[in-house]
């Protein structure tokens, strides 16, 4: 078993997952999202190239889509063998975003076609995206997060107590804050996907935090009057190499499928990667740190109270 003093080292966990938030905060305002059109409504093309485009032709794709539909931020990306492309865009009239018309929509396919004298069935297939779907989609994201945080702060709360749920939840959202700083830091499209692995993470992360948990209170039990600190470092001690060899056999299985996998298994397999990278992180060093700083000032402010006579 490791004798590693964690408590001790809480503080550096706590300024490098701050550090990472802000560095995603920044990115946000000075980019925001790179949103599917899952989320923003629009038009999605896919087209045949015969050919595996560079990254330098996927930006002239990019910048050619927008200069002709007028979408800010345009997502030209390679799908199946990388011969085929999928164009996400919109026209914009206003505020409104819209999916684009026929008109458009012709001309942005001749301009390519003419690019890498393609014929007309090059044009695979497209589909509008109403902005009412994609406006309900955000939402519904952020109800099923909101829903599964409470009732699991419930579940810990019943199961456990107050403090170790309200950490745990805290933990969560770490996570899910961690996962949109990875999003917006390197500009990966935010679709359905990512809800359905937010959600996956989500269970995942709880679980890993609720094993730390239950063995604090286990040793508590066990150990009757041992310093608090001690305590938790002996608890986290024992369970690292579980949540450690937990994680690695995940995120091994996870590597594989996104070096492996077709376009839509990659874009489930990368949030789930990060997230169960983040959310064994915040399981070890933070969740357990936030719950035992809670629990210290909770007993120092007990010891402080007068003692009647």
Request: hydrophobic share 50%; net charge positive.
């Amino acid at each position: 078993m490791t004798n590693i003093d964690f408590m001790g080292k809480r503080k550096i966990f706590y300024v490098l997952s701050i550090l990472v938030m802000v560095i995603g905060l920044v990115s946000y305002i000075m980019q925001g999202f790179n949103y599917d059109i899952d989320f923003t409504g629009g038009t999605v093309l896919e087209i045949d190239l015969h050919k595996v485009p560079s990254a330098a032709e996927i930006a002239d794709l990019e910048k050619l889509t927008k200069q002709i539909t007028g979408t800010q931020t345009p997502i030209v990306r390679k799908i199946e063998d990388g011969k085929k492309i999928m164009i996400n865009a919109h026209e914009v009239h206003g505020k409104k975003r819209t999916e684009l018309s026929k008109e458009v929509r012709d001309k942005l396919f001749n301009a390519i076609a003419k690019k890498y004298n393609l014929k007309k069935e090059d044009l695979v297939s497209y589909q509008n995206v109403g902005a009412v779907v994609s406006s309900e989609l955000k939402s519904q994201a952020i109800w099923a997060v909101v829903i599964a945080s409470i009732l699991m702060l419930i579940y810990i709360a019943i199961r456990f107590e107050f403090k170790f749920g309200t950490t745990a939840v805290v933990a969560l959202l770490h996570d899910l804050l961690i996962m949109l700083t990875v999003y917006t830091l390197f500009r990966i499209p935010l679709n359905s996907t990512f809800i359905a692995a937010m959600l996956t993470v989500l269970g995942y992360s709880i679980n890993d935090t609720i094993v730390v948990f239950d063995r604090i209170r286990e040793n508590r039990r066990i150990q009757g009057k041992m310093d608090l600190k001690n305590l938790v470092n002996l608890s986290m001690n024992q369970t690292i190499g579980r949540s450690l060899s937990t994680a690695a056999t995940v995120i091994i299985v996870l590597f594989v499928l996104y070096l492996m996998g077709v376009q839509s298994i990659k874009e489930f397999a990368f949030p789930l990667l990060v997230g169960v990278i983040s959310g064994t992180y915040s399981s070890i060093f933070i969740a357990t740190a936030l719950w035992f700083d809670w629990e210290s000032s909770a007993r120092k402010k007990l010891q402080a109270k007068p003692k009647r006579a």
